[in-house]
């Protein structure tokens, strides 16, 4: 490893957006767009109880993070 790495890293894990090329940038909005429009989609043909199984799910895996040594650590 270079000795710099840890730097390179870090600015990469904390800044990404300033190493993306214009053509990245472009997709990355589009694909963005285009996920938020599914979720949308999804969200309106779902009935309330896949939808409570969703939140559901999410609050657990919430927890599971939460519960992460590493994310603790950080506090």
């Not at 840890?6 to 909005?29: C, N, V």
């Not at 589009?30 to 799910?57: F, G, H, M, N, Y």
Request: charged share 30%; hydrophobic share 35%; with cysteine.
């Amino acid at each position: 490893q270079a000795s710099d790495f840890p730097q390179r890293i870090a600015a990469l894990l904390q800044d990404r957006e300033t190493f993306w090329t214009p053509e990245y940038r472009k997709a990355y909005d589009q694909t963005e767009k285009a996920a938020i429009s599914l979720i949308v989609d999804i969200t309106a043909l779902s009935t309330p109880e896949q939808r409570a199984k969703l939140l559901s799910r999410i609050a657990d895996m919430r927890k599971d993070f939460t519960d992460l040594d590493c994310l603790k650590s950080q506090k």
